[in-house]
């Protein structure tokens, strides 16, 4: 009798596409990058190439990047004088012949415009519309927004809560105290243990600043398990220069205030060549791994030797075969999940099947600490909260961000989604050159991923989910937060 997994299988649409393989660019997409690199160099004839040489020796790719930002800089510059030439400088002379210049009685004098003059009248159209229409979009989300906050929370039984879902937590240099958070958090969940396992990855052999052991040593310490040097590695493929990793493989039960979580760790630790920060690749090559072995075990592709331990640990140690697995989770390493937040965010996505993806609101945790966290309280709740609510009437949240967001993996009709082909493969690209590349994949890998599946799936929404929260720590001087935003906007 034939495998259950053999029989689904066989339901499922295979396309031959070989590894790696990257969609090909419109016809257009060629033309728009060489004008685009032309006009950067055209702004910045001005710097030659013998002045990067002062600056250390910059390499050909970051010489183009930093023409690219003062060009896009030279834009917005341009885009602002515009404006303010159109709604301050331009009525001033377009009717200075009708000026009329009047005595204020107190020794001064008011300039007022002849509002017969046709140019006159359409400037003021003109702003009046600007003007009404930003208050409109305004208050629209405002709306929205009070639509999530009024609607009744969802009654949610058992029978809501036996989907299968990996809740899986990308980290890099996180210390003890964030990544003992982020896991007590996700033990703590209401949702049933035993439909839900952890899988954490740890991008490299990395030690964060002034800590005395590496986070994988720290995950280890939380979680119980001990490093093994001597322990196997496994092969896997790699996005970057270094098309190849090796990682080892931990798993076993988290046991903590009468709770357990089912949890299963890799660490890449990179090839024996490597030195300085062996096997780091980055968070996006992070989530193709997961999303790679989706993606080959859905399509009944060669797996790699990492696949095939990760899916035997899953069935024969977890007792959860992938084919089992309804939903994938993405949280940071450094985020608190309210308890009640898992549980929310799989009973939205039961009661639509039309849901692709969805994202809960992130809060800011540290909120109290300074003036600096204070500020940022308003910006996460305008782009966490307004933003994606007013998106989410429209079933289009344009980003889900990284730090807690939930996929749908396949349909009840076995049409895969996250692991599809235009999906995974486009988004494991190595062709990144540009700086608006790099700021897509390097940068904005969360918005990138949710922009391939708007394209990919345009039937399908994409949500927000109010009741599901989760906390963040956020810069609390302000250097620190402009270390970070030069960083993030570069």
Sequence with gaps: MPKMEDREASRIEITQVPEKEVKHEKRGGACISNCWWAFSRLVTLYVPDAYFECKGGWDKERRQAWREKVAICLIMFLFSLAFIGIGGLLPLFACADNNVVQNDGEGGYTITFNKENMMCQSLTILMYTIMLIISMVLVIQCLCSLLYVIRRKPKIGPEDERSKVLVM???YNEGTKELRKTIESVLGTTYPSKNKVLLVVADGIVKGSGEPKTTPEFIADELGYS?????????????GEIANNRAKLYCGTYTK??????????????????TNKPGNRGKRDSQLLIIGMLN??????????????????????LSMPLETVKYLMAIDADTKVHRDSLSNMIYSMNKDETIL??????????????????????????????????????????????????YRLFTEDNVRLLSCDQVYQRYATNKVKSLHEKNLFHLGEDRMLTTLLLETFPGRKLSFVPEAVCYTIVPNTYSVLLYFLHNFFP
């Design 169 to 171: 937590v990308p980290c």
């Design 227 to 239: 490093v093994n040097d001597e322990l196997g590695t496994f092969e896997c493929t790699s996005i």
């Design 257 to 274: 205030y009468g709770k357990e979580l089912k949890y299963m760790v890799i660490v890449k630790c990179g090839l024996r060549t490597e």
């Design 296 to 317: 080959r075990f859905h399509h009944r592709r060669p797996l790699t030797d990492l696949d095939r331990a990760v899916i035997g640990v899953l069935k024969n140690k």
């Design 357 to 406: 993806a969805l994202c809960g609101e992130t809060r800011v945790e540290n909120k109290r600490d300074s003036w600096v966290t204070w500020i940022q309280v308003f910006e996460y709740y305008t782009n966490h909260h307004m933003k994606k609510a007013f998106e989410s009437v429209f079933g289009c949240v344009t980003c889900l961000p990284g730090c807690f967001t939930m």
